[in-house]
């Protein structure tokens, strides 16, 4: 039997220190809808989406256990703006395994890029990023995530332990059913201290200084027909979106 460790839950109003101090913090459901402002019900009609998401084509390791949906925003002070569907890039300094390469996946569904409570999320991450890098334009790229056990394990973060290359992550957990496994693993970067918990809550959030910190979430296996896990990922990066012309040059 593997041991689980719930979340290290941080007050709403410890947030910002939590994070200046640890680099990462955790909130409830309860918390995040404090933080975003959304109404509980709006939030639950947005996870509709997650029964309808594409299939990755990507997957370098030939399993078809990922689904999911992108879409890019920049984010202003108050104003949010939705930018033409673009493809997802990260050097391979970040992702080892499928960095280095556009990846062009289904875009997120109109009617969900417009729900006035996701605006209200992405505002709230604007705003976080904001008092941790000083104010200024945010751009966000957002990823609803299906994993599912139908080649019996699936594997949330395929590449590993790895870090984003931007300024803020946030991992909302949408929902898990019929699984086991999928341990939340954060570890510092440029030291020993690290944490391990699971995620149960839907609509709870863990929140990264991507600079500082490393993570990744354990493979799931399924304890019914139908097993998955439900994410919504959703990164914050200062000056632009990621593209090739992030990539080191190379010498000749």
């Given amino acids: 039997m593997t041991a689980t460790f719930d979340p290290p839950y941080t007050p709403f109003e410890r947030l910002p220190s939590q994070m200046r101090m640890l680099g990462h913090a955790v909130l409830s459901a309860a918390d995040v809808r404090r933080w975003s402002g959304c109404d509980p019900l709006a939030l639950e ?3 509709a989406d997650w029964e309808g998401l ?4 990507y997957l370098k390791d030939g399993g078809r256990y990922r689904r999911r949906r992108h879409a890019c925003f920049v984010v202003d002070g108050q104003a949010v703006s939705i930018v033409p569907h673009r493809a997802h890039w990260q050097p391979l300094e970040y992702n080892a395994l499928h960095g280095g390469m556009e990846r062009w996946f289904a875009p997120m569904l109109p009617q969900t890029a417009a729900a006035p409570a996701w605006l209200q999320l992405l505002r709230a991450l604007a705003a976080l990023a904001s008092t941790l890098r000083g104010a200024q334009p945010w751009y966000l790229e957002a990823h609803q995530f299906r994993i599912d056990t139908t080649d019996g394990i699936g594997r949330p973060t395929p590449e590993g332990a790895h870090r984003d290359g931007v300024d803020l992550v946030a991992v ?9 496994g999928g341990e939340t693993r954060v570890f510092e970067a440029a030291g020993p201290g690290g944490q391990r918990f699971t995620l149960t809550e839907p609509w709870s959030v863990l929140l990264l200084d991507d600079a500082r910190m490393i993570h990744e ?3 799931i296996q399924p304890l019914a027909g139908g097993g998955h896990r439900d994410t919504l990922v959703v990164t914050c990066r200062a000056g632009g979106f990621q593209g090739p012309q992030d990539a080191p040059l190379r010498s000749t």
């Fill in 54 to 57: 594409e299939a990755d084509q």
């Fill in 172 to 180: 909302f957990l949408i929902g898990r059913e019929g699984i086991k």
């Fill in 217 to 219: 979430t354990t493979p």
């Fill in 45 to 47: 009609a947005l996870r």
